[in-house]
Each structure stands twice: as C-alpha cells, then as structure tokens.
C-alpha cells in the first residue's frame, strides 16, 4: 500500500470518535450562576426540563453562589433549576455511563427525597436505574450502568409545588470506540481504491 493509500487510512481513523477514556465531570471550571441548557460543555448537550415548580420549565444551572450547595468534589456541581423533575442530557457519541452524586439543593424542605435516572439509545428507552432514595447534604452516588447510551434524563420526586431540588456532581462515564461497521467500511473502502490504482499500473 502506497504512503497515499496510508495516510488516507490514517486520516479516516482520525475523523472517527476516539476512545476518550474515563471522563469525571466535576463542574469545576465553570462560574457561579452559569447555565448549561441549551449549550455544550463536556461533549454533552444539556437540554431543558419538562417543568418544575409552579410548571416553570427548569434547566441545567451552576448554584448561584456556595450557600446550599453541597458537591460531591471542589466547590460546584449542578443543579435543577426552578426544581424541574426531568432534566435530560444528549451524548456527542454513545457512552458507557458509569454513574453520578447527587445531593439535596437549597432549603431542605425542597430537597425532593429520591431520584432514578433513564438511558436511551436513537431515541428508544433501553433502562432506569431504581429510586437513589434519601437525598442529603451528604453526596450520594447512583451507579447507573448502561452502556451504549446517547441521552439520560434524571427523574425527580416532587414536594413543593410540582419541584423537587437535586444537585448533581461528578458525571461519569467512557466515551465509545469507532462503531465496528464504520470501521468495516473504511477499510473496504481503502481497498477499492487499492485495487482500482493496481488495475490502472496493469493497464
């Protein structure tokens, strides 16, 4: 195989999804009071909620200041702004998600006692965890477990008025590898074009 045909190989392999290893994110570069819905951070698109309290839709937030924060590493997490009880996350790549703390957020009476999260793939419902039960200024982690995922939305248990307080700290999870397929392709791909260059010397 020539350098061309290599270094086509080696481009393609490039432009694949990389193997990221493990990914912990600790929140810790962000600013007080920051908003993640509707951005990207991490290689996550953080979405906006369904509604929380008095039907107001909540979104992916930093706490507005250290007070009635409780992370689980560093001084900041994230939390369900306005209590919203289904907040969700969008994967660049399919990821194998290994869990995440999660604490009580402001006042301990909006704390919501319990939370379960819900993995999907192109757009289908493949599991969810059971209730982590006992939310606290204590950071406690949710083994979540699904592998192969794209989006997870984090259910909450209301208490006041339609919202239920979380915060959540240190997301973890392993970034996917080329799917097999598209590797497949590739290289056959790379070999038409080898077998096509052969011919052309023959002739």
Same mark, same amino acid.
């Given at each position: 195989?020539?350098?061309?045909?290599?270094?086509?190989?080696?481009?393609?392999?490039?432009?694949?999804?990389?193997?990221?290893?493990?990914?912990?994110?600790?929140?810790?570069?962000?600013?007080y009071g920051?908003?993640?819905?509707?951005?990207?951070?991490?290689?996550?698109?953080w979405e906006?909620?369904?509604?929380?309290?008095?039907?107001?839709?909540?979104?992916?937030?930093?706490?507005?200041?250290?007070?009635?924060?409780?992370?689980?590493?560093?001084?900041?997490?994230?939390?369900?702004?306005?209590?919203?009880?289904?907040?969700?996350?969008?994967?660049?790549?399919?990821?194998?998600?290994?869990?995440?703390?999660? &604490? @009580?957020? $402001?006042?301990?009476?909006?704390?919501?006692?319990?939370?379960?999260? /819900? =993995?999907?793939?192109? #757009?289908?419902? !493949?599991?969810?965890?059971?209730?982590?039960?006992?939310?606290?200024?204590?950071?406690?982690?949710?083994?979540?477990?699904?592998?192969?995922?794209?989006?997870?939305?984090?259910?909450?248990?209301?208490?006041? &008025? @339609?919202? $239920?307080?979380?915060?959540?700290?240190?997301?973890?999870?392993?970034? /996917? =590898?080329?799917?097999? #397929?598209?590797? !497949?392709?590739?290289?056959?791909?790379?070999?038409?074009?080898?077998?096509?260059?052969?011919?052309?010397?023959?002739?």
């Amino acid at each position: 195989m020539n350098r061309w045909l290599w270094a086509a190989l080696l481009g393609g392999l490039m432009g694949l999804p990389a193997e990221a290893g493990l990914v912990v994110l600790d929140f810790e570069d962000l600013e007080y009071g920051e908003v993640l819905s509707g951005t990207t951070y991490g290689d996550i698109s953080w979405e906006f909620g369904s509604g929380g309290y008095l039907g107001r839709i909540g979104y992916w937030m930093t706490p507005s200041s250290p007070n009635g924060n409780y992370p689980a590493s560093g001084q900041r997490n994230l939390i369900n702004c306005y209590g919203d009880t289904q907040l969700g996350l969008a994967f660049a790549h399919l990821a194998n998600i290994e869990g995440a703390y999660f &604490s @009580g957020q $402001g006042h301990p009476t909006a704390w919501t006692p319990a939370v379960r999260v /819900h =993995a999907y793939r192109n #757009g289908a419902e !493949v599991g969810t965890t059971p209730w982590l039960e006992g939310i606290s200024a204590e950071p406690q982690w949710l083994a979540i477990g699904f592998d192969s995922v794209d989006r997870l939305v984090v259910e909450a248990v209301p208490v006041v &008025s @339609g919202g $239920g307080w979380y915060g959540l700290d240190d997301l973890t999870f392993f970034a /996917h =590898a080329p799917e097999p #397929g598209t590797l !497949v392709l590739l290289l056959g791909g790379v070999g038409l074009v080898a077998r096509r260059m052969r011919h052309r010397r023959g002739s």
